[in-house]
C-alpha cells in the first residue's frame, strides 16, 4: 500500500493522524496567541511611557520582544530538561503510554482554559511555558514509543507521511485560522483560545482511541512473540 492509503485504512494509523494534526494546530495557535499577546502588552508600555516616534517604537518593540522570547526559552528549557531528567522515565513506568499520551492534552487543555478566562500576558507566557517544556519531553517521549509494537511499513511508510503531510496541514490550518478569525470575524483573543480549548477536547478523544489501538497492537505482538 502507498503511505496515504495505509494511514486512511488502519484503525490505528488514522487517529493517530488525526490527533498529529490536532497537536500542530493547537500548537501554532498558541505560539501566533501569545506573539499576538505580547504585541499588544509591549503596544501599550510604549504609549504608558510616551514612545510614539516610529523609529523609537519599533526599537522598543523589537528589543522588548527579543528580552521576552530570550527569557521564555530560557524557562522551558530549563524545565524540559528537568521533566526529561526526573519526571518521564517514571511516568512511563508507573502510569504507561496511556498517562504519557494523554499528559500533554490535558496540560494544553488546562492551559488554553486558564488564558481564555485570563489572556494577561503573565499568564499566557507560564501555560505555555508549561505547554512547550511537556510536548519537547513527556510527549516527545510518548511519540516514540507510540511506534514500538507497529510493523516494519507502518514505522518507515506511515510515520514519514504522518510526521511531515499532516504536521503541515495542521501548521496550515493554524494559519488559515489566523485568516478567518482576524479577517473575517474578527475574534478577540479570548475567543482563539476557547477555540483552542475546543481543539484539545477533540484531540483528547483521539488519543483514547490511539491509547485503545496502541494497546490491541501490543496485545497481538505479545502473542506473536510466544509463538
Request: glycine share 6%; charged share 15%.
Amino acid at each position: 500500500k502507498g503511505a496515504i492509503r495505509l494511514v486512511l485504512t488502519s484503525r490505528f494509523l488514522l487517529p493517530v493522524a488525526i490527533i498529529t494534526l490536532l497537536f500542530s494546530w493547537v500548537n501554532t495557535n498558541g505560539e501566533n496567541l501569545l506573539f499576538r499577546v505580547l504585541q499588544e502588552f509591549v503596544g501599550q508600555e510604549a504609549q504608558l511611557k510616551g514612545i510614539t516616534d516610529g523609529h523609537l517604537l519599533l526599537e522598543y518593540t523589537r528589543d522588548m520582544t527579543t528580552a521576552f522570547y530570550g527569557n521564555f526559552f530560557f524557562w522551558t528549557n530549563m524545565i524540559t530538561l528537568l521533566l526529561q531528567s526526573f519526571v518521564v522515565s517514571r511516568l512511563l513506568k508507573y502510569g504507561g503510554f496511556a498517562t504519557l499520551l494523554l499528559f500533554l492534552p490535558v496540560v494544553a487543555m488546562l492551559s488554553y482554559a486558564t488564558m481564555a478566562f485570563i489572556p494577561v500576558l503573565l499568564i499566557v507566557k507560564w501555560m505555555k511555558i508549561a505547554e512547550n517544556s511537556t510536548d519537547y519531553s513527556i510527549n516527545n517521549t510518548a511519540r516514540n514509543v507510540l511506534w514500538l509494537p507497529t510493523t516494519s511499513e507502518m514505522k518507515f511508510k506511515a510515520k514519514p507521511a504522518i510526521d511531515t503531510l499532516f504536521v503541515r496541514c495542521g501548521d496550515g490550518l493554524a494559519a488559515l485560522t489566523v485568516l478567518v478569525g482576524v479577517q473575517l470575524l474578527s475574534l478577540s483573543t479570548n475567543m482563539f483560545f476557547a477555540f483552542n480549548v475546543l481543539l484539545v477536547m477533540i484531540w483528547v478523544a483521539g488519543a483514547i482511541v490511539v491509547i485503545r489501538e496502541h494497546k490491541r497492537l501490543s496485545s497481538d505482538e505479545t502473542v506473536r512473540a510466544t509463538k
